[in-house]
């Protein structure tokens, strides 16, 4: 799966995507909240880790510019602040979850699992159409060039090649794919097609997903 860690201290950051890719996470770290945006903005995750107290944004204003962008993601907050005020910004911001520092990796690794937990109802098997091919152990996505898909990355990918040369409305996508997230809306299904568009592109994949929420998308 994959993670985006956004810590301002140098040496927690290392520390941390260290332990994090030990557990077999692909882990990108950024350093303030901007950076962070920036990932987010060009990028899918299973997994989002805010410290609270960052520099040029905080994890709270970041946290709600993700938000904004309809963006599902569960999102980890970590904060040095141990007051109730603190933890009721993050939450309210749409934070799922908090910690508080110091913490013992153990518990980090288990807030992660909590909130990573996939279905496993995942049919076994590799999908392929055309040049592209869809692993379903690894989530990656390959033609000519391979990268590794999220999670909800996947299982939109998945869901469009078994149903190539049909128009998906963002209403069926979204009950397929995000069936889980109530606060999922059609401009979520619209984000994670850009994401795809993307990554097909950076595969040099000779297939596209076409349309639009109003026509719906299709693989082809």
């Keep these: 799966m994959k993670i985006l860690l956004a810590e301002d201290t140098k040496d927690l950051n290392k520390v941390l995507c260290a ?12 350093f303030d909240g901007e950076e962070a945006l920036e990932f987010v903005n060009n990028d899918s995750y299973d997994c989002l880790i805010f410290d609270i107290m960052m520099p040029k944004k905080d994890g709270i204003e970041a946290l709600k510019e993700v938000r904004e962008k309809k963006i599902v993601t569960p999102v980890l907050m970590l904060t040095a602040k141990a007051e109730v005020d603190d933890r009721v910004a993050g939450l309210d911001a749409g934070a799922d979850d908090y910690l508080t520092k110091p913490f013992a990796m153990k518990e980090l690794l ?39 898909l999220s999670v909800k990355e996947f299982e939109l990918m998945q869901l469009l090649m ?13 009950s397929n794919v995000w069936s889980r997230e109530p606060d999922a809306d059609p401009d979520t299904a619209w984000l994670y097609v850009s994401y795809l568009k993307r990554k097909l592109k950076a595969v040099a994949a000779n297939v596209e997903i076409t349309g639009d929420l ?5 693989l082809k």
């Design 110 to 148: 288990a807030r992660v699992r909590a909130l990573t937990r996939r279905k496993n109802e995942y049919e076994e098997g590799d999908v392929t159409y055309n040049d592209v091919t869809l692993k379903a152990q690894t989530f990656e996505l390959s033609a000519k060039n391979s990268v590794r």
């Design 162 to 174: 078994r149903n190539t040369g049909r128009s998906l409305t963002a209403e069926f996508i979204l």
């Design 19 to 30: 332990v994090l890719e030990h557990e077999g996470y692909d882990v990108d770290a950024a």
């Design 214 to 218: 109003e026509t719906g998308f299709t």
